[in-house]
């Protein structure tokens, strides 16, 4: 059995967009995004001591290298990281396909994505990568069972649970309610720097650049404005129960009391 | 420019934030807007959603896709864009449409813009960004054009239209999209007042300190007129039922007042609420994300300042 995991390497700490390419800026620190963790730790929690290889997966730059080794600390077996300059600025039609295109070469019987990405909130990917794979798809696995070539989720959603039963190989989106990732230990430290670990360019996954990147795109930032308004929003601070009077007054002053 | 809109259902209740796109689409272009509506009994909701907007109502009628699974819906929604050339397909965000929005673009090799709180008539999306610190203008370089917008981003609004053109759908289903099936579903009733019609809200987290605690939520609420919500991390607890919980996968609210008690404001629970009309938070740590949207922030021990605030607020009523 071989289970895949993709994830991604978010900026750390303050974002910012650079006004020049209107894109994230992504010179900074990183890290492995959080909500991935879960989808990582879910992966060998299914491994357990089974004959299973899990697989980390990333496209982004050089330096994603940085949150696929920490999943590889975690426990995982393999990583593959996609990096190509011309892989920049993708959106979610030419990700899905750089995605979906390395993890074919994978033929994974399950892929895993966390619940979405800390640094732009999308939480979208991975019914596009389901589709472009011909996979069934689940997202807000709350549970996740598998057994005898198929799963079983249950689904967290607006209403309560749905349980959804799906054969595999299928693609399954995780919410972080699903568990408590581990932290990687010395010893998986340093034995990640062991494992596997395969840089890819586009042409390795045989996507043309044409498909990748700001080319491959079908949609654009136009431009960057202002924040959006709350006008005068404000911020006092309490001392015993003062801040009382002053919510009473601002509630009236709004005529919602 | 033709417009199709995905409306949602709830068993026989249309969701209000679909209608509340469907209310946006009618302001885009003249030609007439088409709705798709998918599941079991889903003609019986056409007229209404003609009621909201739609001068065409698209029917899968189907109690095998009254589960709300993405795929088959996939399908249904490629099918009219194909046979008939929609420039503009449209989604409220939901777990289900999120999924069958990102799908289609996949399929359709579409843009897909998300999030967005807006569109203008010369199809700009708006989309803040960076916990909403900024707002970016973002557009399709190519048609159909697929846009998923925030809960909440737009009033739904009946109109006088007469009875809409309804016609049926009958869809090849792609071997994949029906392979995942729904085997069973729990639904959590609502104990107290319902927080989706609610005109105030009085909100819970983990800041309360401990179960017993809502009571003080319970008791502003009761003072202020309004309904009692939580976060998932509280529902996730044990503390509050599930039917309260505000959020990424609960419920979507935009009351006229938001009061957030011990609530950090993470992202999940800011996607559920960020439409209020005021918000107020009361938090003891002054960077608390909550701040950042909210119109009154408060730094202070809920404690300490709700049971006043209660009192203040039922005085005021009395007088």
Redesign the interface.
């Known amino acids: 059995m071989k289970i895949a995991v993709c994830v991604k390497h978010v900026p750390e700490g303050h ?3 650079d006004p020049a390419s ?1 894109r994230l800026d992504r010179s900074g620190e990183g890290a492995l995004n959080h909500f991935d963790a879960n989808a990582v730790e879910e992966a060998l929690r299914l491994k357990g001591d089974a004959d299973t290889e899990v697989v980390v997966v990333t496209v982004g730059p050089a330096k994603a290298a940085d949150s696929l080794r920490k999943a590889l600390a975690m426990g995982a077996d393999r990583a593959v990281l996609v990096s190509d300059e011309a892989a920049a600025g993708s ?3 030419a990700t ?2 750089i995605l ?1 295109k390395t993890l074919e070469r994978e033929n994974a019987d399950l892929v895993l994505f966390g619940q ?1 990405a ?1 640094d ?13 794979l ?7 696995a709350a549970e996740l069972t598998l057994s005898d070539g198929s799963l ?1 989720v249950k ?13 595999l190989p ?1 693609v399954v989106a995780v ?3 699903i568990n408590e990732p581990r932290y990687p230990s010395l010893k998986g430290i340093m034995g990640a720097k062991k494992k596997p670990f395969d840089t890819l360019s586009l042409a390795d996954v045989g996507v043309d650049a044409s498909q990748a990147g700001d080319a491959g ?12 308004s ?2 005068d ?9 003062s ?6 007054d ?3 002053e ?1 005529r ?2 | 420019m033709s417009v199709l809109v995905f409306v949602e259902h709830h068993g026989d209740e249309l969701q209000k934030g679909s209608l509340g796109v469907l209310a946006k689409a009618a302001t885009l272009g003249d030609d007439t807007v088409a709705a798709l509506l998918v599941g079991g009994g889903v003609r019986a909701l056409a007229s209404e959603v003609g009621s909201y907007g739609a001068g065409r109502v698209y029917v899968l009628e189907s109690d095998e896709l009254e589960p709300p699974t993405p795929q088959p819906r996939v399908d249904a929604i490629a099918k009219l864009v194909q046979e008939h050339g929609f420039e503009n397909v449209l989604f409220a965000n939901s777990v289900l449409a999120a999924d069958i929005a990102a799908a289609l673009a996949a399929r359709l090799d579409a843009g897909l813009n998300w999030d967005l709180t807006d569109i203008t008539s010369d199809f700009v999306g708006k989309r803040p960004a960076l916990q909403d610190s900024i707002v970016v203008d973002v557009g399709w370089r190519t048609t159909p054009r697929l846009a998923l917008f925030r809960a909440g981003s737009f009033d739904a609004a009946a109109t006088s239209n007469g009875e809409p053109h309804v016609e049926d759908v009958t869809v090849d289903f792609e071997e994949h999209s029906r392979a995942a099936k729904v085997v069973s579903q729990e639904q959590e009733q609502a104990g107290g007042p319902s927080i989706e019609d609610a005109d105030i809200i009085v909100a819970g987290g983990r800041g309360l300190g401990a179960p017993e605690n809502f009571t003080l939520a319970e008791e502003l609420a009761r003072a202020l007129g309004g309904a009692v919500g939580a976060t998932r991390a509280v529902v996730d607890a044990g503390w509050y039922p599930y039917a309260a919980q505000i959020g990424q996968t609960g419920k979507v609210v935009s009351p006229k007042l938001y009061v957030a008690l011990g609530i950090s404001g993470a992202i999940q629970h800011k996607v559920g609420m960020q439409s209020s009309n005021v918000i107020v938070a009361i938090n003891k740590d002054p960077n608390a994300p909550i701040f950042e949207f909210s119109d009154l922030g408060v730094v202070g021990d809920v404690h300490e300042i709700v049971p006043k605030l209660t009192e203040l607020v039922q005085q005021r009523k009395a007088s």
Do not use: M, N
Request: charged share 25%; hydrophobic share 40%.
């Open positions: 974002s910012r967009i209107k959106d979610l039609v899905s396909a979906a979405q800390s732009a909130d999308g939480a979208v990917l991975w019914a596009a990568v389901a589709e472009r011909r996979r069934p798809v689940v997202s807000q079983r689904r967290q959603t607006e209403f309560g649970y749905d349980v959804i039963e799906s054969p299928a919410s972080d309610a795109s079908k949609t654009e930032v136009l431009s960057l404005g202002e924040p959006p709350r006008g929003a404000r911020k006092i601070e309490d001392s015993g129960g801040a009382a009077q002053a919510i009473v601002f509630l009236a709004k919602v009391l």
